[in-house]
Each structure stands twice: as structure tokens, then as C-alpha cells.
């Protein structure tokens, strides 16, 4: 790299910082400190929902140093996402608070460098880093729906959580996060963002899909697994009373095969496929019933989650 090259991205880096670096808070909601990101002109706070060790006694720290009471409107676990607000001193009104300009990440590819922004003490920390590996949406292991996975290659330190990710054109692609996959930084990207926050502004909580049963994985006999084209299935071992299962006709006993022609291998990949988008729907379910095939239809209901 030549010395000139050089100097220009050192320049490039700071002043990305310098402009998105008032956006990132300090959030105090647990023994340490962790970061969030400005959400709102009027004071609404994006943070990753796993870091809420509490949910009093709250409170934000911006890049001026004043700190504010803060209430949570909402939390997703399914995504690890959760939404503060801030609570204004007395007698005065939050108005303009420097948001960061977010973009659609699609067009993110594996090698482009980033900045990840936070905040865990008074000063912004900036750390450097590259998108090391890309994909299509994905669910997270709480049934949540993520619209791309953006995974970064860099390490995770305290505070990490809650961080701001750039672009060096100085656009914001999403928060990035720690929770959702341990030991792993990936990105709840801006479309992602945008839905969740949306509707914890609307509710103060995402809405989930609702069967009502209770399974455990098992695998198909040899002699059935050819016919049926499934090797594993979910064994219903409980049945809610007064439930969609129960009032669609799924029996203890009964071998679930799949979901609308998804299959189902573990217990997380049914929760996954109950997202809120099939909240009153009408589902089918194939499955096996004293050693026989057979297909129920059942609407799903719905589970209203704070955490």
C-alpha cells in the first residue's frame, strides 16, 4: 500500500467515525456497560435484547455526555433486538438527535471492510474489520427471522453488542451482535431493523406463531423412512388443551413429518417456521399416525412474546 493510499483511508476511517460516532450510546442496563445505537431523533434506542441483564432503572449515556433515564418499549428475543426510549429532563423535549443514515446491505460482499462503532466506555470505539462471510436470510436458534446474513470477522469485546456497522461511504448496514450465535459477530441488518423496531413501537412486543405442542426428535423406522422420504420426525409428547394442535386434530403419539412442506427434523425448526407471518394462517401438516401417512390442516394461533 502506497504511503498516499495509506493516508487516504486513515483519513477516510476518522472521518466516519468523526460523523457516526454521536449516534452510538452507552447503555448502562446490566453490571458493564454495553452500546446502542440512536434509533430516532427524539430519543428511541436500538440495543441487542440479550444484554438486558434488567428492565428498570435504565439508562443512556450520549456522545455529550449526558445521561438519561431511559424505559424499554420492547424486546424480541427471535431476533435479540430491543427498543429504549429515552425520558426527557424536566421541563425540556429531545428533538434532533444524530440518527445514522442506514442502507440496504444487499449488495455487501465478502472482503468489503467495515467500522464497527460502540460505545462501552465515554470515548467511541471504532474497530476495523471485514465482512467475512455473506448469505441469504436465516432463522436464529429463537425462531427469529433475520433478512441476510452478514457474519463480520473480527473479535467480540466487551460492549461489542449494540455496535453500529459502516461502510466506508459512511452508510450505516445494521447493529451488530454477539447473541444470536455465540462466539460469532454478525449483523441484524437494516431491514431487520427497521421491522422489528417498527412494530415494538406499534406493540412493545413481536407476535409469534402458536401450535400449542410439545415434541421431541425421533427417527423413522428403515421400513417406513423410503416410502415416506423422511428419515427423522418430531413425536408429539404433549398437546395443549384448547389449542390450534388440539383443535386441528393432532393426537399424543402422532409423528410430525413436516409443515407445509418444510421438514422437520428438531423442536427449534418448528418454532422457526411459526414466525408472525403465519399468525392466522392455515397450515398443513403431514405426519404419521399409528404407522399410516396422513395430512391435518390447522390454523395457526398466536403467541405475544415480550422476551
Same mark, same amino acid.
Request: aromatic share 2%; net charge neutral; with cysteine.
Given at each position: 500500500m502506497?504511503?498516499t ?14 460523523t457516526?460516532?454521536p ?13 446502542g ?8 434506542v436500538?440495543i441487542a435484547a440479550?444484554?438486558?441483564e ?11 455526555g ?5 424505559r ?17 429532563p424536566?421541563g425540556?423535549k429531545l ?6 443514515e ?5 449488495g455487501?460482499?465478502?472482503g468489503?471492510?467495515?467500522?464497527t462503532?460502540?460505545r ?11 465482512v ?5 436470510a436465516?432463522r ?8 441476510q ?6 473479535g467480540? /469485546?466487551? &460492549?461489542? #453488542?449494540?455496535?453500529? +456497522?459502516?461502510?466506508?461511504?459512511g %452508510? $450505516?448496514?445494521? *447493529?451488530?451482535t454477539?447473541?444470536?450465535?455465540r ?9 431487520t ?9 406499534s406493540n ?5 406463531g /402458536?401450535? &400449542?405442542? #410439545?415434541?421431541?426428535? +425421533?427417527?423413522?423406522?428403515?421400513? %417406513? $423412512?423410503?416410502? *415416506?422420504?423422511?428419515?427423522t420426525?418430531?413425536?408429539?409428547v404433549g ?13 399424543l403419539?402422532d ?5 407445509d412442506?418444510?421438514p ?11 414466525d408472525e407471518?403465519?399468525v392466522?394462517?392455515?397450515?398443513t401438516l403431514?405426519?404419521v399416525?399409528?404407522?399410516s ?15
Amino acid at each position: 500500500m502506497s504511503k498516499t493510499l495509506g493516508l487516504d483511508l486513515s483519513e477516510t476511517l476518522a472521518a466516519v467515525v468523526e460523523t457516526h460516532g454521536p449516534s452510538v450510546v452507552r447503555v448502562h442496563c446490566r453490571r458493564a456497560p454495553t452500546s446502542g445505537i440512536l434509533w430516532s431523533v427524539d430519543g428511541q434506542v436500538a440495543i441487542a435484547a440479550h444484554t438486558l441483564e434488567r428492565e428498570d432503572d435504565l439508562s443512556v449515556t450520549l456522545h455529550d455526555g449526558r445521561t438519561l433515564k431511559a424505559r424499554l418499549i420492547g424486546r424480541d428475543a427471535g431476533t435479540d433486538l430491543a427498543l429504549l426510549a429515552l425520558e426527557s429532563p424536566e421541563g425540556t423535549k429531545l428533538e434532533g438527535l444524530p440518527t445514522p443514515e442506514f442502507i440496504d446491505p444487499s449488495g455487501a460482499k465478502v472482503g468489503h471492510l467495515t467500522l464497527t462503532l460502540s460505545r462501552p466506555s465515554r470515548a467511541a470505539r471504532a474497530q476495523l474489520s471485514m465482512v467475512s462471510a455473506v448469505g441469504d436470510a436465516w432463522r436464529t436458534s429463537n425462531g427469529g427471522r433475520i433478512e441476510q446474513y452478514l457474519e463480520l470477522g473480527l473479535g467480540i /469485546f466487551p &460492549g461489542f #453488542s449494540g455496535s453500529l +456497522v459502516v461502510n466506508l461511504a459512511g %452508510q $450505516a448496514l445494521g *447493529l451488530a451482535t454477539a447473541g444470536p450465535i455465540r462466539g460469532t459477530a454478525v449483523v441484524a441488518p437494516t431491514a431487520t431493523l427497521t421491522r422489528v423496531m417498527q412494530t415494538l413501537q406499534s406493540n412493545g412486543k413481536m407476535k409469534r406463531g /402458536f401450535l &400449542g405442542v #410439545s415434541t421431541y426428535p +425421533v427417527r423413522v423406522p428403515p421400513a %417406513q $423412512a423410503q416410502a *415416506l422420504g423422511h428419515t427423522t420426525a418430531l413425536l408429539v409428547v404433549g398437546v395443549q388443551p384448547g389449542s390450534p394442535a388440539e383443535t386441528g386434530g393432532l393426537l399424543l403419539g402422532d409423528a410430525l413429518l413436516s409443515l407445509d412442506g418444510q421438514p422437520l427434523h428438531h423442536a427449534q425448526e418448528l418454532l422457526a417456521l411459526l414466525d408472525e407471518e403465519k399468525v392466522g394462517t392455515e397450515v398443513t401438516l403431514r405426519l404419521v399416525r399409528a404407522g399410516s401417512p396422513l395430512e391435518l390442516r390447522c390454523r395457526i394461533g398466536t403467541r405475544e412474546e415480550r422476551s
